[in-house]
């Protein structure tokens, strides 16, 4: 959605992404900052336990789009840049 797949590794194994600039970490900050300050509102000045999960729920599904989003997007670049570099290596020849 927000985030660029540069700012991030991606694992080959499971669904982990990792930070790896600045950016990237401000953007997993601004996402946690996202999910836990509503969910501590709703519990602790609220008194509202299901609406904090059902906060929760929701949050992380947006945070999982969004992750998917940026793993999507990683791809495409990639097999774009396989794409063009076979391409380059057939106009050479």
Same mark, same amino acid.
């Given at each position: 959605?927000?985030?660029?797949?540069?700012?991030?590794?991606?694992? =080959?194994?499971?669904?982990?992404? +990792? &930070?790896?600039?600045?950016?990237? #970490?401000v953007y997993v900050l $601004?996402?946690?900052? *996202?999910?836990?300050?509503?969910?501590?509102? =709703?519990?602790?000045?609220?008194? +509202? &336990?299901?609406?904090?999960?059902? #906060?929760?729920?929701?949050? $992380?599904?947006?945070? *999982?789009?969004?992750?998917?989003?940026?793993?999507?997007?990683?791809?495409?670049?990639?097999?774009?840049?396989?794409?063009?570099?076979?391409?380059?290596?057939?106009?050479?020849?």
């Amino acid at each position: 959605m927000f985030g660029k797949p540069e700012w991030f590794e991606f694992r =080959l194994m499971g669904l982990s992404v +990792r &930070p790896v600039r600045w950016q990237g #970490w401000v953007y997993v900050l $601004v996402w946690t900052l *996202a999910l836990l300050v509503p969910f501590w509102v =709703l519990l602790f000045f609220f008194q +509202r &336990p299901l609406w904090g999960l059902v #906060w929760l729920g929701l949050a $992380v599904s947006l945070m *999982a789009a969004d992750a998917q989003a940026l793993y999507r997007r990683r791809q495409s670049r990639i097999d774009e840049k396989e794409w063009d570099d076979r391409n380059d290596s057939g106009a050479r020849r």
